[in-house]
Every structure is written in structure tokens, then in C-alpha cells.
């Protein structure tokens, strides 16, 4: 039973970004949804992105902030890149970010047009940048976006309630748990 017209993105579940202490103390919560969000992906056949982000040590890939402190972070190849222990990622596809949205610069769009994918459901972290860019861009994109509000976290919790209220607001995406997901791609009981 697949329903193709939605896909599962895992935003930036790295090592690194669960260094900072509210993603540490929110990472057990965080990565159950997750976990339990890609199970039931994998029981409908959606596809899952599971989307990192990495630079370049040359600074080809570096952001303004980065470039302007003389220093870049989430380096090829470094532990602090890894995906988080807790993921089984096996059939997931990798898709490589150096910019908080998933769209950008990325073959993301290419690959939900040529599976069909209609809308695209979304976790991960940090809320207020690479969920919320991620999520915008989706919007500009004419894909309808949904995101998870017990499978992301923020380094602020004010800052999570306050983007994904803003979010909804202005219609960029809907929200939803991970139960009322569950619900939507339960089987058709008909």
C-alpha cells in the first residue's frame, strides 16, 4: 500500500547538532517520533530523505555568518557529522545541504516531482531555521509541507512555538502530531 503522494524528511539528525543542552535534553523525544515516523513511512512505501548538512574545509560552502567569523563547523568526515546512533537509516536516501533549507542547492525538488510526491512531511532540527527554511521553501515550491510538532526540537522552545505558530499562520505549512499522522496514513479500513 503506497501512498507516494507524500514523503518523510529528516532534517539535520546529526551528532553536532545535539551537542547544544535543550537538543541534548529534547533528543530521546525527538528521536522517538522520529523513529516511529519512519517506521510507519516505511509500512505505506514513502519514500524518507534523510537530509545533512556538511561543508567544505576549502570555504566554498561556507554562510556569510561563517565566512565572517573565520570559522566553519560540520566538516566532511568528522564525527560531529555522523547521523545520530539512534536512526536506522537503511533505505533511506542521503541528500547533502550547506544551507538551513533543504531545497537549496539540492536535486530535492527533482526527486519528489519524479516520484509523484505531492506534499512532504517534516522533522528534524533546528525548528526555527533549517525546519522553518525548509518548510518556506516548500511553500515556494507549490509542495505541501506538514510538520511534526513532537518529532522537532529548537535550541529555544520560544522560538520552536513562535516559528511553527507563524508557520501555520500564514498557511506555509500545516501541523500535526505524530499520532494524527499515524491517522492519516492508517489504512483505508475499505
Known sequence: MS???SALLL?????AFFEKPAL?????????????????????????FLITTEHSRDRSTWTLSMIDDDQGYLFHGEESTAVVAELETE??????????SAW????????????????????????HACI??????????????????????DERED?????????AGDRQATLATLEEIRERWAPDPG
Open 132 to 153: 522553518a527554511q525548509t518548510a518556506r521553501d516548500a511553500y515556494a515550491h507549490n509542495v505541501r509541507a506538514t510538520i511534526v510538532t513532537d518529532a522537532v526540537a
Open 11 to 15: 532534517i539535520d539528525l546529526q551528532e
Open 24 to 48: 541534548a535534553a529534547a533528543r530521546g523525544e525527538v528521536l522517538g517520533a522520529v523513529r516511529a515516523l519512519a517506521e510507519e513511512a516505511r509500512r505505506i512505501e514513502a519514500p524518507i
Open 91 to 100: 533505505g533511506m536516501t542521503r541528500i547533502e545541504k550547506t544551507r538551513d
Open 104 to 127: 537549496f542547492g539540492t536535486d530535492l525538488l527533482l526527486r519528489l516531482r519524479n516520484l509523484g510526491v505531492e506534499q512532504v512531511v517534516i522533522a528534524g532540527v533546528s525548528t
Open 3 to 5: 501512498l507516494r503522494p
Open 159 to 167: 522560538h520552536k512555538e513562535m516559528i511553527l505558530e507563524q508557520l
